[in-house]
């Protein structure tokens, strides 16, 4: 099974509209509600490749009851989330339907009291020891991907401490976050992590994506996989360094193109494929993502026909230092 971390999940509301004018009065032509949050998203696409997949992290309030609720119809999903006392955060997402643009609203996350992180340590290492809930734990954790922001409350290094124990219990770890708490989980040394371009100069102050890549690996990330928006993504390894984009870039909403990335990266990871397919399901994955309306569902039809056409090319120049 592979288990999926979101500290700040999120209850995400859709609206589509026919034409988004600021100031202006809406009719909402389709309204959706999904159990959302970077790691929910991840572990949507996983079920629909077939992964059994976990989920943990914190829900509370009349949204968190919502958010379970709709995350038990999942098919494919075990929710071993842990209970808080504050409400779990909504998002908004309006699409205009002329554009096929998105204007997204967050709220902040609710704050999480140190007896409510350190019932999460307890539940993530209980899942880590095979010994978790019947459904969840009997199965041992295969990977462990550590996705978002972190609510208020939880300590800055949470995502380090998080993968010295999954590398403690032998489990390979994916960190896909940004700014201090990614500084800080670097350190720790992930396996694999996912900055998009904006997100990785953050942590080096270089916007030239190889030199940025290797740059994070300094830092401690085993691999990197730079995404690069329509650009497509920048794989650096310790076995090589490959670049892979889609063959044409997609219109629609790019949200949660990066979550199905990373569940990309992870299957592949999980099934052994060589870098350079794993990279080739991510770029096609995270494209048919863009085409799909919402964040964690993806286009069968335009991730079959990508993963068939997308070119995967190795460099071979060294570093640019
Ligand atoms: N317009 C597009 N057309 C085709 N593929 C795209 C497009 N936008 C993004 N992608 C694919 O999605 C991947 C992830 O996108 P991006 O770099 O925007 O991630 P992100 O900012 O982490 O996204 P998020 O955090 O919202 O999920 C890219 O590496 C690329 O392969
Ligand atoms: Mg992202």
Same mark, same amino acid.
């Given at each position: 099974?592979?288990?999926?971390?979101?500290?700040?999940?999120?209850?995400?509301?859709?609206?589509?509209?026919?034409?988004?004018?600021?100031?202006?009065?809406?009719?909402?032509?389709?309204?959706?509600?999904?159990?959302?949050?970077?790691?929910?998203?991840?572990?949507?696409?996983?079920?629909?490749?077939?992964?059994?997949?976990?989920?943990?992290?914190?829900?509370?309030?009349?949204?968190?009851?919502?958010?379970?609720?709709?995350?038990?119809?999942?098919?494919?999903?075990?929710?071993?989330?842990?209970?808080?006392?504050?409400?779990?955060?909504?998002?908004?997402?309006?699409?205009?339907?002329?554009?096929?643009?998105?204007?997204?609203?967050?709220?902040?996350?609710?704050?999480?009291?140190?007896?409510?992180? *350190? =019932? !999460?340590?307890?539940?993530?290492?209980? $899942?880590?020891?095979? &010994? +978790? /809930?019947?459904? %969840? #734990?009997?199965?041992?954790?295969?990977?462990?991907?550590?996705?978002?922001?972190?609510?208020?409350?939880?300590?800055?290094?949470?995502?380090?401490?998080?993968?010295?124990?999954?590398?403690?219990?032998?489990?390979?770890?994916?960190?896909?976050?940004?700014?201090?708490?990614?500084?800080?989980?670097?350190?720790?040394?992930?396996?694999?992590?996912?900055?998009?371009?904006?997100?990785?100069?953050?942590?080096?102050?270089?916007?030239?994506?190889?030199?940025?890549?290797?740059?994070?690996?300094?830092?401690?990330?085993?691999?990197?996989? *730079? =995404? !690069?928006?329509?650009?497509?993504?920048? $794989?650096?390894?310790? &076995? +090589? /360094?490959?670049? %892979? #984009?889609?063959?044409?870039?997609?219109?629609?909403?790019?949200?949660?193109?990066?979550?199905?990335?990373?569940?990309?990266?992870?299957?592949?990871?999980?099934?052994?494929?060589?870098?350079?397919?794993?990279?080739?399901?991510?770029?096609?994955?995270?494209?048919?993502?863009?085409?799909?309306?919402?964040?964690?569902?993806?286009?069968?039809?335009?991730?079959?026909?990508?993963?068939?056409?997308?070119?995967?090319?190795?460099?071979?120049?060294?570093?640019?230092?």
């Amino acid at each position: 099974m592979i288990l999926t971390v979101t500290l700040n999940t999120a209850l995400d509301l859709t609206y589509r509209v026919p034409r988004l004018d600021v100031h202006g009065s809406h009719q909402v032509r389709e309204v959706t509600e999904r159990p959302g949050g970077k790691g929910l998203n991840v572990a949507r696409v996983l079920a629909a490749l077939g992964h059994a997949t976990t989920v943990t992290g914190f829900a509370g309030g009349r949204t968190g009851a919502e958010l379970r609720a709709l995350l038990g119809e999942e098919q494919g999903i075990t929710d071993a989330l842990v209970p808080i006392g504050g409400s779990t955060r909504r998002t908004v997402g309006v699409v205009d339907e002329s554009s096929g643009d998105a204007t997204q609203l967050n709220e902040p996350g609710p704050h999480i009291t140190p007896a409510e992180w *350190a =019932s !999460l340590l307890g539940t993530y290492a209980e $899942l880590l020891r095979g &010994d +978790g /809930t019947a459904e %969840a #734990g009997n199965s041992p954790v295969e990977a462990v991907a550590l996705c978002g922001s972190l609510p208020p409350g939880v300590p800055v290094g949470a995502y380090a401490q998080l993968i010295r124990e999954a590398h403690a219990a032998g489990v390979p770890v994916v960190l896909d976050t940004s700014g201090e708490p990614l500084r800080r989980g670097l350190a720790a040394r992930p396996d694999l992590v996912k900055p998009n371009a904006t997100e990785l100069a953050g942590i080096t102050g270089t916007t030239e994506p190889l030199r940025a890549a290797r740059a994070a690996q300094r830092r401690g990330a085993h691999s990197v996989a *730079a =995404s !690069l928006g329509s650009q497509g993504m920048l $794989l650096v390894t310790p &076995d +090589g /360094t490959w670049q %892979a #984009g889609p063959p044409r870039s997609i219109a629609g909403n790019p949200t949660g193109a990066g979550d199905s990335a990373v569940a990309g990266l992870l299957s592949g990871l999980v099934e052994g494929l060589p870098w350079p397919d794993r990279l080739a399901r991510a770029v096609a994955l995270s494209a048919a993502t863009v085409r799909a309306p919402t964040a964690g569902e993806f286009d069968e039809e335009v991730h079959n026909d990508l993963l068939a056409r997308v070119k995967v090319e190795e460099h071979s120049e060294p570093a640019p230092d």
